[in-house]
């Protein structure tokens, strides 16, 4: 039977962490996504045994599947993968969830309910009842003021537009020529959300309130902030030309 809802982890070096995040998220899908799930978990050839513990897991827990990728590849080229998966096997929702906990299961539910209305539904830090936990004050400079850079730039009205906790319908994510998106870390999560506002999706913010991770080394930088808000204004022009291409294709089919 196909499932319609997909949870897709891209998971590097997560041992500390992926037995209890894939476990608590399929609590929450159990009953939130009563027509079926399965929870995708995407390594990268983790040397501290990630992989392995995944793979244990889609033994032991119903819908757990796992894709092992040959290397580390990046965070945007490990959800492309997983999207490709879900959209293969019939999935009609598409989430992505960082497997740190910094994104907590139990906010499953509201993004699936969410979705019923919309066509993008993020979960955002910065809208009303929203927030960030356990951030020193440059962490919290730099997201609030790249978002600001982001929104500024591009010209639209998203709060959260780095954040990575979607839910995506099917639709989206044939239309946004997947195969043409090249971005990387903060900057795949912008331009995932852009794509979607220009081809005319509709988007919702819900507040979720997030953790920082209490085990396993975190992959942020202000290096990799200041690398994302430089591709910016070329991630506008890029994007804007991928939904132009989409939308020609999509007027030259021919109507019944």
Not at 159 to 167: A, E, H, P, V
Not at 182 to 197: D, H, K, M, N, S
Request: glycine share 8%; charged share 25%.
């Amino acid at each position: 039977m196909q499932a319609p809802v997909w949870l897709v982890i891209p998971t590097y070096n997560e041992s500390a962490n992926v037995e209890g995040i894939v476990k608590a998220a399929a609590r929450e899908l159990a009953r939130a996504a009563p027509d079926g799930y399965r929870i995708l978990v995407v390594d990268d050839n983790s040397p501290d045994g990630t992989g392995a513990i995944a793979d244990s897991l889609a033994v032991t827990v119903d819908g757990v599947q796992v894709l092992h990728r040959q290397a580390k590849a990046g965070l945007g080229q490990a959800y492309l993968a997983g999207f490709g998966c879900a959209l293969s096997a019939g999935a009609e929702l598409v989430i992505e969830m960082d497997a740190d906990f910094s994104h907590h299961p139990r906010y499953l539910p509201e993004l699936l309910e969410a979705a019923r209305d919309a066509d993008l539904v993020l979960g955002s830090r910065y809208v009303p009842g929203g927030g960030v936990q356990d951030w020193g004050l440059l962490r919290r400079l730099i997201s609030r003021g790249g978002g600001l850079y982001a929104r500024t730039i591009l010209n639209v009205d998203v709060r959260d537009l780095t954040g990575g906790f979607k839910c995506i319908r099917r639709e989206v994510l044939e239309a946004i020529e997947l195969d043409t998106v090249r971005a990387e870390g903060y900057v795949f999560q912008i331009e995932v959300t852009y794509r979607a506002l220009l081809a005319g999706f509709r988007v919702r913010e819900i507040p979720i309130v997030f953790s920082d991770r209490t085990a396993g080394a975190s992959k942020m930088s202000s290096q990799i902030a200041l690398e994302a808000m430089l591709a910016v204004p070329r991630l506008r022009r890029s994007a804007a030309a991928a939904v132009a291409r989409q939308r020609r294709r999509r007027d030259a089919l021919p109507t019944s």
